[in-house]
């Protein structure tokens, strides 16, 4: 016998919405008919009820707070919600708009039994804070059914399952309304007395769909399944209660997207370096963030604190209604254990110094210095990616300022010469040729300083000695 748990998410939208303030009576409205579809537990203390027109609702609590009901922010939730349960159970199918299956029966011998799998199932779930409504059946229809009944039935007896469908009035079906009405007409309004029938019967005085359902239903007949395959790509998005026009109250949604996203590298043995963040604003077109880990990250801790430091200095154009994070550019995690015989080392990294520094100044702002093989010291090292690793130079006797002047400096003070000449004539190759006579100086003030002469006898300073 098939085994199938179905999850009913009564309130998928307003479980997702995300507010500090949860106390809050809250209801979704159906935009066409002005009707409750989903509240929060707040407004059901209200007197808030399913179905209750707009007006009704807001004549009992002045309070209510109310949102748009938006069947994609729902899609995106159970999205959300398999790739989460894709840690723990494989077999998942997306049953939109509400509902979630779990295919069982492979499951029990991994886990032992059926009641060790819901167990682990269950605390997944509860971590997500959405509310649920579960139940086993033999067949998805069956599942479905007993689980919107919030019937909570744990039990692989068959028999146990199909007493628990027979009270069901038709209503409680996936049948149409017509259906529903033909079968009324000759005085069939329970799953017990259509499953009376014998299947003969129905097929000769009903059409084939009422066949299929009580086929499916009862696991006569194959249920086509679509299993879920998690996407390769993290795009997650964050609905939000209030529009946000602080930039700083943005960090805690993005820290809900970000563990989300640290729960999808997990998965993957990866590591994030490049993120988007698309901010969603009122009457403006959307605005993105970049955000970089030189490193690489999947922690949410740290990557809330490198988002922190880029976002400090972004001005909003106008309120935010929602976010969109993206994963840009991933890797594999990569081992980078330190070792043990260098003693201490610090609690941070090269690495992770770098992607501190690029979210507070800009990554473009930050570059690490390179010698190259030129001999003038002008080009004699230039600026790249603070990323790339830096070959060793060469160890050389020769004797070399700690700072060099950007560009060399007319010699204004009086010095003494205190080694040299060592002359350069070089750069004919590309026409930016010199010939300088290079010396060690000490000034009157005690500085020490390298100085040239060029052909012109001029005299410039050119760099300092620490």
């Known amino acids: 016998m098939q085994s199938w748990i179905y999850l009913h998410f009564p309130s998928l939208q307003s479980d997702g919405l995300f507010s500090e303030h949860t106390a809050l009576p809250l209801a979704i409205v159906e935009s066409k008919r002005f009707k409750v579809v989903q509240h929060n537990m707040t ?9 209750m027109g707009l007006g009704t609702a ?33 077999d998942i199918c997306l049953i939109p708009p509400q509902g979630i ?41 069956s599942a479905m059914l007993l689980a919107k009944a919030n019937t909570q039935l744990l039990t692989l007896d068959k028999q146990v399952i199909i007493d628990a469908l027979k009270p069901f009035p038709l209503q409680a079906t996936e049948l149409e309304i017509n259906k529903i009405e033909k079968l009324q007409r ?31 239903l009862m696991g006569q007949f194959k249920h086509p399944i679509d299993f879920f395959h998690p996407p390769e790509q993290f795009e997650n998005y964050q609905e939000l209660l209030f529009d946000i026009e602080n930039i700083q109250w943005l960090e805690k949604p993005l820290s809900k997207l970000l563990k989300k996203l ?90 992770e110094l770098i992607g501190l520094l690029q979210a507070k100044l800009g990554k473009e702002q930050v570059r690490k210095t390179v010698h190259s093989h030129d001999p003038r010291p002008e080009k004699s090292t230039f600026l790249c990616d603070p990323t790339l690793p830096i070959p060793n130079k060469l160890a050389s006797n ?25 002359r350069f004539v070089t750069g004919w190759w590309d026409g930016d040729d010199m010939t300088r006579d290079y010396f060690v100086a000490r000034s009157d003030q005690g500085r020490w300083l390298w100085v040239f002469r060029n052909q012109d006898k001029q005299w410039f300073t050119h760099g300092l000695f620490s």
Request: net charge negative.
């Open 186 to 216: 000759v005085g069939v309004a329970t799953l017990r007395e259509l499953l009376d029938i014998p299947i003969q019967e129905l097929a000769r005085r009903f059409d084939i769909d009422l066949v299929n359902y009580i086929g499916r």
């Open 398 to 422: 020769k004797l070399r300022p700690s700072f060099m002047l950007p560009t060399p400096e007319l010699l204004s003070e009086k010095v003494s010469l205190i080694q040299g000449p060592e």
């Open 58 to 90: 807001s004549a009992l609590c002045h309070q209510l707070q109310v949102h748009p009901y938006d069947e994609d922010v729902e899609q995106q939730a159970l999205m959300n919600i398999a790739q989460w349960l894709y840690m723990v159970t494989s």
């Open 101 to 141: 299956l779990l295919k069982v029966t492979n499951m029990l011998s991994l886990y032992g039994g059926l009641e060790c799998y819901w167990q682990r199932v269950s605390e997944h779930l509860d971590q997500l804070d959405f509310h649920y409504q579960f139940s086993i059946g033999f067949s998805p229809f």
């Open 262 to 351: 640290e729960m999808f590298l997990t998965l993957r043995n990866q590591v994030g370096y490049e993120l988007e963040l698309v901010l969603h604003q009122r009457d403006k077109q959307a605005c993105s963030v970049h955000f970089y880990s030189a490193s690489g990250d999947y922690f949410a801790k740290r990557w809330i604190v490198l988002c922190q430091l880029t976002m400090e200095s972004l001005q909003l154009e106008a309120p935010v209604q929602g976010l969109t994070l993206r994963l840009i550019r991933s890797g594999e995690l990569e081992s980078t254990s330190a070792d043990l015989f260098k003693g201490f080392q610090g609690e941070q990294t090269e690495m």
């Open 43 to 51: 407004a059901h203390e209200q007197g808030i009820e399913i179905g």
